[in-house]
């Protein structure tokens, strides 16, 4: 487990193909870095890992640079050819990626409220 700053805590668990990172605080300016470098580390840790698993219930405050961090991890990700899993996500969390157009990019599915189609179906 690692320790940081009061406002962010980081539980690291796993095994060569599986990493379960639980992220306790606020992903912001002042502490999302943090995050960013626990991944770095446990990529480079284990060249054959397949899933990252980030659970987020525990996430307070998500700020531009935190969404800048969770982008920056779903690089990373992509170039290692791991699948990321943004796991337990809080209302706020869920409400930030949608409005910004990137749930669909972390999750593969749709926007929360996708509105009509063009003939006005749903």
């Not at 980030?54 to 991890?73: E, F």
Request: include cysteine; glycine fraction near 10%; charge should be negative.
């Amino acid at each position: 487990m690692t320790t940081l700053p009061p406002a962010l805590r980081l539980a690291t668990a796993g095994t060569a193909d599986t990493v379960h990172i639980e992220i306790t605080g606020d992903l912001d300016y002042d502490n999302a870095e943090f995050l960013l470098t626990e991944v770095t580390e446990q990529l480079a840790a284990r060249p054959r890992l397949q899933d990252l698993h980030l659970h987020c219930a525990g996430v307070a405050n998500v700020d531009s640079m935190g969404l800048s961090i969770l982008l920056m991890i779903g690089r990373r990700t992509e170039e290692t050819g791991t699948r990321l899993h943004l796991d337990d996500r809080p209302p706020n969390l869920e409400r930030l990626l949608d409005l910004t157009g990137t749930l669909e990019y972390f999750t593969g599915a749709p926007t929360i409220d996708a509105g009509p189609g063009p003939d006005g179906a749903p």
